[in-house]
């Protein structure tokens, strides 16, 4: 289940920002000054095979992978970043998503499903 992280780090000029987590997934929520969401990020898959799905009011619907920065036997951990991947199943980040995150703020709940599904259409 989705819990909230508390007392994450606001970075000073960007927007304030929420982080849920659970071992299969989180979510990031930024919200601009009207306290509205502006910004949402789903990482699923966490471990083995990371994807993100974000969407901005800017910007519309991303998804990439998740390079985890691990090298190989010989080499120091980097960084992790995201990767382009356009390949998405939808229907599982949804219910994955609709499984975990229920116990959320509602609102933040109806927002990223909704635009879960929506992403499904475009």
Avoid at 8 to 30: C, Y
Avoid at 44 to 49: F, V
Avoid at 74 to 94: F, H, Q, R, S, W
């Amino acid at each position: 289940m989705l819990k909230e992280i508390k007392n994450v780090r606001q970075i000073e000029g960007e927007p304030t920002r929420r982080w849920f987590s659970d071992p299969a997934l989180d979510l990031f929520v930024w919200y601009g000054d009207a306290d509205d969401i502006i910004k949402f990020q789903l990482c699923y898959g966490k471990g083995a095979n990371e994807h993100a799905l974000t969407w901005s009011r800017s910007s519309g619907y991303s998804h990439h992978g998740v390079d985890d920065g691990e090298g190989g036997i010989y080499e120091m951990k980097c960084t992790p970043i995201l990767v382009p991947d356009g390949a998405v199943d939808i229907e599982n980040v949804c219910g994955l998503f609709s499984g975990l995150g229920r116990k959320i703020d509602h609102d933040i709940f109806e927002f990223v499903i909704t635009h879960i599904k929506a992403y499904q259409q475009t």
